[in-house]
């Protein structure tokens, strides 16, 4: 066997390396790009495809601008990189176009030395890793509500019947004047029961999942809120037709929907937004995954539900406790429709996030799949 000169193994070692690190790269979960001096794309790993809703081949010989618009803080980072030789990153961006609507952006930008001028891009949808806390984070907010609504249900639900029920007799025994108090004993006790009945459905229960037409649930959604609370809305369907059924309970998926497309009704019709609309859609996204809690087995969601309104908007201070239990943002609101949607959510292995600002609120759930009757 003939042998390399030393020089001639480190070329070959060093080319084997690069061709490891390309295929690591491509199945990063971060959406990574290389540009050249003209800010030409020069490499697009998946993530990225899918980042920029096209493909390596489409994306070849496009600028960056196609996407970005010139006046982007991301240019200014581009140069920097380009003058100083270091590597910038930042957060929150928002990278907006005719071609890309992106908030909330993690941005890190790097010299790629083999191409004069060169650079590389990483960037992340944030709002996908706020996901993740957030549904961490719901999982010991909902076992301490699930306890609360059983201690509740046994120890409040027989006094309160007696109370009602005084307050009945009372009612037909007492004169005009405390007749209204006896009135009022009784509505307000029947306020405490119909709490007490909503927060037992925060109580754990196995939940039993098969396959679901995803648009047939959206669909029922619809047609129910044609019909009643949002009759004056524009409801608007945007579906890719290609996608396999969701894994989950048909029934739990519709009270997620209506409750999620109900509260973005509410939301346009309490402020008056002319023109209110509501935008239901779904795709494909593969790369977001989840952690069995407590396990080393990961979820595949790639079904993407969203529910998006032209409304006023969440207040900021609301946004980070918007799927405890008690927290709402509508006058008299009980605080426990979305506590109930994220409870659903995380039962059935999913997540859900919002992204929010005056005039446009998305709420985007990320669901597992079957496909050919088995767990994507």
Known sequence: MKRL????????????????????????????????????????????????????VQLAGMRFADFVPMESTIFEMIGQVRSQGVTIAAHDLALES???????????????????????LGLEDATVARAFDQGMSLSPKSRGVAGMAAVLAHEVKNPLSGIRGAAQLLEATSPAGD????????????????????????????VERGA????????????????????????????????????????QLV?????????????????????????????????????????????????V???????PGIPADLRPHL?????????GGGGLGLALVAKIVGEHGGLIDVDSRPGRTEF??????VVGGELA
């Open 5 to 56: 000169a030393p020089g001639a193994l480190l070329a070959r070692r060093r080319s084997a390396v690069r061709l490891e690190l390309g295929a690591i790269v491509s199945a990063l979960p971060v959406a990574v790009v290389a540009l050249d001096r003209e800010d030409r794309f020069l490499f697009a790993n998946q993530a990225a495809e899918q980042f920029f809703v096209a493909s390596e």
């Open 98 to 120: 005719p071609r890309l609507a992106r908030r909330g952006v993690n941005v890190q930008v790097a010299p790629l030395p083999e191409v004069a001028g060169g650079v590389v």
């Open 179 to 206: 007749r209204e108090l006896a009135i009022l004993i009784r509505d307000e006790a029947d306020r405490i029961r119909s709490l007490i009945e909503r927060m037992e459905l925060l109580g754990r229960q196995p």
């Open 212 to 251: 679901v037409n995803i648009h047939r649930v959206l669909e029922h959604v619809r047609r129910l809120a044609k019909s009643g609370f949002a009759q004056h809305i524009r409801l608007i369907e945007a579906y890719d037709p290609s996608l396999p059924p969701a894994l989950g309970d048909r029934d």
């Open 255 to 303: 009270q997620v929907m209506l409750n999620l497309v109900k509260n973005a009704a509410e939301a346009i019709t309490v402020s008056g937004v002319m023109g209110g609309e509501i935008v239901l859609s779904t795709a494909f996204q593969q790369g977001v995954w989840l952690s069995a809690s407590g396990g080393q087995e990961r979820q595949h969601l790639p079904l």
């Open 305 to 311: 539900v969203k529910v998006r309104d032209n409304g």
């Open 323 to 331: 799927f405890e239990p008690f927290v709402s943002g509508k006058e």
């Open 364 to 369: 985007r759930l990320h669901l597992p799949v």
